[in-house]
């Protein structure tokens, strides 16, 4: 049989997935920083902010920010004098990204397109790898993890922030009764792309488990893999390192 993965509740092909996650977020771009403020009542900003903390950026590190498209995460990183490369697959989200930017005047950053699955950086260039939100929308999550690995140097930690799925009872079936059913209906009303919301709750729903994403994080050669769940595991940062 050909390989089939995941795109939220249907399965497609690889080709077919890295495609039409492209669709998604070149409709979504203009919108997307409202539909996290719209979805999260805001809380979105908080757990950035708690995920830059666990990153500890500091003066003069290379950082890599993959998918990080609009720059929240690249601007909080920035904060600290981090020399931060901005990347992602979807060129729509790195223009919303550097008009931001630029809006901002926010320096120390560096923008490039790129597959997460196959950086042209060079091996053991940065200090830290972060990814908010995107690694559940790339087609092999195994070879993201392992080209993370292939760029941090020695010494270099890996964070990732993605949802997961909350462990606390009564919550857990209220998220899911608003994500289903109010998430598209807010898409169509402030983005006008209902479909779009869909799929990035279904592929919420279709993620690992906050243990078996450790444990892929483990296998690719990341040392002290940990997770920590906000919310009872609504949301996770995902941490290793490289040694």
Same mark, same amino acid.
């Given at each position: 049989?050909?390989?089939?993965?995941?795109?939220?509740?249907?399965?497609?092909?690889?080709? /077919?997935?890295?495609?039409?996650?492209? /669709?998604?977020?070149?409709?979504?771009?203009?919108?997307?920083?409202?539909? $996290?403020?719209?979805?999260?009542?805001?809380?979105? !900003?908080?757990?950035?902010? !708690?995920?830059?903390? !666990?990153?500890?950026?500091?003066?003069?590190?290379?950082?890599?920010?993959?998918?990080?498209?609009?720059g929240d995460i690249a601007f909080r990183l920035a904060r600290s004098?981090?020399?931060?490369?901005?990347?992602?697959? $979807?060129?729509?989200?790195?223009?919303?990204?550097?008009?931001?930017?630029?809006?901002?005047?926010?320096?120390?950053?560096?923008?490039?397109?790129? $597959?997460? /699955?196959?950086?042209?950086f060079e091996s053991n260039r940065f200090d830290a790898y972060t990814?908010?939100?995107?690694?559940? $929308?790339?087609?092999?999550? #195994?070879?993201?993890?392992?080209e993370a690995y292939r760029v941090l140097k020695r010494g270099g930690?890996?964070?990732?922030?993605?949802?997961?799925?909350?462990?606390?009872?009564?919550?857990?079936? #209220?998220?899911? #009764?608003?994500?289903?059913?109010?998430?598209?209906?807010?898409?169509?009303?402030?983005?006008?792309?209902? /479909?779009?919301?869909?799929?990035?709750?279904?592929?919420?729903?279709?993620?690992?488990?906050?243990?078996?994403?450790?444990?892929?994080?483990?296998?690719?050669?990341?040392?002290?893999?940990?997770?920590?769940?906000?919310?009872?595991?609504?949301?996770?940062?995902?941490?290793?390192?490289?040694?």
């Amino acid at each position: 049989m050909s390989e089939t993965v995941s795109f939220g509740y249907t399965d497609v092909s690889p080709d /077919e997935k890295t495609a039409k996650v492209g /669709e998604v977020f070149r409709s979504v771009a203009s919108r997307y920083d409202l539909m $996290n403020d719209a979805m999260s009542g805001g809380m979105h !900003r908080l757990w950035k902010d !708690r995920f830059v903390r !666990r990153v500890k950026p500091r003066t003069g590190e290379a950082i890599l920010d993959m998918a990080g498209g609009t720059g929240d995460i690249a601007f909080r990183l920035a904060r600290s004098g981090a020399s931060v490369m901005v990347s992602d697959i $979807n060129a729509a989200m790195l223009e919303v990204g550097k008009e931001r930017a630029a809006k901002k005047r926010i320096e120390g950053l560096s923008w490039s397109e790129q $597959n997460a /699955e196959t950086l042209t950086f060079e091996s053991n260039r940065f200090d830290a790898y972060t990814i908010a939100f995107g690694i559940r $929308n790339v087609t092999h999550r #195994a070879q993201a993890l392992a080209e993370a690995y292939r760029v941090l140097k020695r010494g270099g930690r890996f964070y990732c922030l993605e949802f997961s799925t909350t462990l606390w009872p009564g919550f857990k079936e #209220a998220y899911d #009764a608003y994500s289903h059913r109010l998430v598209p209906k807010l898409g169509r009303m402030l983005a006008g792309d209902e /479909e779009s919301y869909r799929y990035l709750i279904e592929s919420i729903r279709r993620f690992p488990t906050m243990d078996a994403f450790k444990a892929e994080i483990a296998a690719t050669g990341f040392v002290q893999a940990k997770v920590e769940p906000m919310l009872g595991g609504l949301v996770a940062i995902h941490s290793g390192w490289k040694i």
